[in-house]
């Protein structure tokens, strides 16, 4: 009988030292001698004992084709196929193929492959180890699902498709569920190609942010676009949505990226974060440079006041969000970014006070001309600063908007004392022949109106409350002193400014 085999293994071709797949062909002699007795035979080449113990395990358990369910067509003759070859094409015959791109219902199709395999894998296992070669056999099973998911990638044309595909690869590929079926406890299951897993995660990544960065810069200009629909003021008087929506609309688009993305790893996440940053980048560039030339066609109306505040509280919020989530970005396009909103910002408080100061220097100047109540006016200038309701300001806002309070509060003192020397004594004296009391009262009324804009502004009604005393006041060391602690206690008065009030108070610089 041994005879017999070494003449049957002499007509095969000459097996290399590092083949790790031996052909085995399915051949009677391998098992038996011609009268059909089975000897025992062991071969000093382990690829010869190999063969051997591969046709004994076959010869009860039937063909490698009738195990695993072949067709002819797929496999023709048995005898002249490998077992790598055999369980390759079985592994293709079972792969689906990728849906058409417009029916690429992704995680459908993934879920359909991971159970095929399982499937298969199933069937694998019933086969005798001999023939199995569990370790060398698993991976082929690694390669053709790495080329499938290639083939994937190919059609993969949205960000959902993208986070799909990797999550899967990521968590799916590596996952008990995936490998730990109690049915498939060899070890060899459990061990992955991770080189492997490691260049398509770096291939893909590649492919997918390209994609991903065209598709927030799409979201991102269509929110500009919606913008610029509502630049109409009326279009958002009132309406907290339309007030907000800029800068809501664009944080959600990001922030549901980068979430997505860390649930792949954090790694991608960073990738991923920085085209997300480029993308806003441009976007607040776009939107900054539309919002300079909006304001510098706009007349000094209350209109222009709330838009501005829209504009300041946008960039307030978008630089306090760059400012919590982008820390790990590109340092220079941090820092771009910031800078372009704190401009933006700053631009849109001037905006916010020059027409403050517009209109109330036109209410002040008829106030001192033809009389009238300081109420009116501190009423208006209460709706002019504050025309936004209290529930749609942020923690954040709120406290930018003490600091408007604030400048506001300044400006308005200082424009009421210029308005008063600038205004003709004898009309106002007419008037109010006690104006000393009448401006003491009217920084009292001023001071409670910006404390009910912000309770924790601070009191800077001073400088008027002296300046009531120096109008009443007949004795000039008297006025001399209070006019020297006016200047030292309260920064706002401008020596310019003093002298001039003094000048309209009768009192010349001789005297002084």
Same mark, same amino acid.
């Given at each position: 009988?041994?005879?017999?085999?070494?003449?049957?293994?002499?007509?095969?071709?000459?097996?290399?030292?590092?083949?790790?797949?031996?052909?085995?062909?399915?051949?009677?002699?391998?098992s038996?001698?011609?009268?059909?007795?089975?000897?025992?035979?062991?071969?000093?080449?382990?690829?010869?004992?190999?063969?051997?113990?591969?046709?004994?395990?076959?010869?009860?358990?039937?063909?490698?084709?009738?195990?695993?369910?072949h067709?002819?067509?797929?496999?023709?003759?048995?005898? &002249?196929?490998?077992?790598?070859?055999?369980?390759?094409?079985?592994?293709?015959?079972?792969?689906?193929?990728?849906?058409?791109?417009?029916?690429?219902?992704?995680?459908?199709?993934?879920?359909?492959?991971?159970?095929?395999?399982?499937?298969?894998?199933?069937?694998?296992?019933?086969?005798?180890?001999?023939?199995?070669?569990?370790?060398?056999?698993?991976?082929?099973?690694?390669?053709?699902?790495?080329?499938?998911l290639?083939?994937i990638?190919?059609?993969?044309?949205?960000?959902?498709?993208?986070?799909?595909?990797?999550?899967?690869?990521?968590?799916?590929?590596?996952?008990?569920?995936?490998?730990?079926?109690?049915?498939?406890k060899?070890?060899?299951?459990?061990?992955q190609?991770?080189?492997?897993?490691?260049?398509?995660?770096?291939?893909?990544?590649?492919?997918?942010?390209?994609?991903?960065?065209?598709?927030?810069?799409?979201?991102?200009?269509r929110?500009?676009?919606?913008? &610029?629909?509502?630049?109409?003021?009326?279009?958002?008087?009132?309406?907290?949505?339309?007030?907000?929506?800029?800068?809501?609309?664009?944080?959600?688009?990001?922030?549901?990226?980068?979430?997505?993305?860390?649930?792949?790893?954090?790694?991608?996440?960073?990738?991923?974060?920085?085209?997300?940053?480029?993308?806003?980048?441009?976007?607040?560039?776009?939107?900054?440079?539309? &919002?300079?030339?909006?304001?510098?066609?706009?007349?000094?109306?209350?209109?222009t006041?709330?838009?501005?505040?829209?504009?300041?509280?946008?960039?307030?919020?978008?630089?306090?969000?760059?400012?919590?989530?982008?820390?790990?970005i590109?340092?220079?396009?941090?820092?771009?970014?910031?800078?372009?909103?704190?401009?933006?910002?700053?631009?849109?408080?001037?905006?916010?006070?020059?027409?403050?100061?517009?209109?109330?220097?036109?209410?002040?100047?008829t106030?001192?001309?033809?009389g009238?109540?300081?109420?009116?006016?501190?009423?208006?200038i209460? &709706?002019?600063?504050?025309?936004?309701?209290?529930?749609?300001?942020?923690?954040?806002?709120?406290?930018?908007?003490?600091?408007?309070v604030?400048?506001?509060?300044?400006?308005?003192?200082?424009?009421?004392?210029k308005?008063?020397?600038?205004?003709?004594?004898?009309?106002?004296?007419?008037?109010?022949?006690?104006?000393?009391?009448?401006?003491?009262?009217?920084?009292?009324?001023?001071?409670?109106?910006?404390?009910?804009?912000?309770?924790?502004?601070?009191?800077?009604?001073?400088?008027?409350?002296?300046?009531g005393?120096?109008?009443?006041?007949?004795?000039?060391?008297?006025?001399?002193l209070?006019?020297?602690?006016?200047?030292?206690?309260?920064?706002?008065?401008?020596?310019?400014?003093?002298?001039?009030?003094?000048?309209?108070?009768?009192?010349?610089?001789?005297?002084?």
């Amino acid at each position: 009988m041994f005879n017999k085999i070494i003449k049957k293994l002499k007509k095969r071709k000459t097996l290399k030292k590092d083949d790790k797949s031996p052909i085995l062909r399915i051949e009677h002699a391998l098992s038996a001698d011609g009268d059909g007795e089975t000897g025992d035979v062991v071969f000093m080449n382990p690829h010869a004992q190999n063969i051997l113990n591969a046709q004994q395990a076959l010869s009860t358990n039937g063909s490698l084709e009738k195990v695993l369910g072949h067709c002819p067509e797929v496999i023709p003759g048995q005898s &002249e196929m490998t077992v790598d070859s055999i369980i390759e094409a079985f592994a293709v015959k079972h792969f689906s193929k990728v849906p058409k791109e417009g029916d690429l219902q992704l995680s459908i199709h993934l879920k359909d492959v991971q159970d095929a395999i399982i499937c298969d894998l199933l069937k694998l296992v019933t086969l005798p180890k001999e023939v199995w070669f569990l370790e060398s056999r698993i991976e082929c099973y690694h390669q053709r699902i790495f080329k499938h998911l290639n083939q994937i990638l190919l059609h993969i044309r949205t960000t959902e498709q993208a986070f799909t595909l990797l999550d899967w690869v990521v968590h799916s590929y590596s996952s008990q569920e995936f490998k730990g079926h109690p049915n498939l406890k060899d070890e060899a299951l459990q061990k992955q190609d991770l080189m492997l897993l490691s260049n398509y995660l770096t291939h893909a990544t590649e492919k997918v942010l390209p994609i991903i960065q065209e598709e927030i810069s799409t979201s991102l200009t269509r929110i500009l676009q919606n913008e &610029e629909c509502s630049r109409d003021i009326e279009s958002y008087s009132g309406n907290e949505e339309a007030f907000v929506a800029l800068y809501v609309d664009a944080i959600q688009c990001i922030d549901a990226v980068r979430k997505t993305a860390l649930k792949i790893s954090s790694n991608f996440k960073t990738k991923v974060e920085e085209v997300c940053f480029h993308e806003l980048h441009n976007f607040i560039k776009m939107y900054t440079s539309a &919002e300079k030339k909006y304001h510098q066609k706009q007349t000094q109306t209350d209109k222009t006041i709330l838009h501005s505040f829209k504009t300041f509280n946008h960039c307030v919020e978008l630089r306090q969000y760059v400012q919590t989530t982008g820390k790990n970005i590109n340092k220079r396009l941090y820092t771009e970014i910031i800078s372009a909103l704190e401009s933006m910002e700053a631009s849109a408080l001037k905006v916010i006070l020059r027409t403050l100061m517009h209109r109330t220097e036109i209410s002040f100047k008829t106030y001192f001309k033809k009389g009238g109540h300081m109420e009116n006016i501190t009423t208006d200038i209460k &709706e002019l600063l504050d025309p936004i309701p209290n529930n749609w300001k942020t923690q954040e806002f709120y406290l930018l908007f003490q600091t408007v309070v604030n400048k506001a509060y300044e400006s308005i003192l200082t424009l009421y004392l210029k308005c008063l020397v600038q205004s003709n004594r004898a009309h106002v004296m007419k008037a109010w022949p006690d104006v000393g009391k009448r401006v003491t009262q009217d920084a009292q009324l001023l001071d409670d109106m910006f404390q009910g804009l912000n309770p924790k502004v601070e009191r800077k009604n001073l400088i008027l409350r002296n300046v009531g005393e120096i109008l009443e006041c007949s004795s000039i060391d008297t006025v001399k002193l209070i006019t020297a602690n006016t200047l030292k206690e309260c920064p706002i008065a401008s020596v310019d400014l003093i002298k001039a009030l003094l000048r309209w108070r009768g009192i010349s610089g001789k005297q002084l």
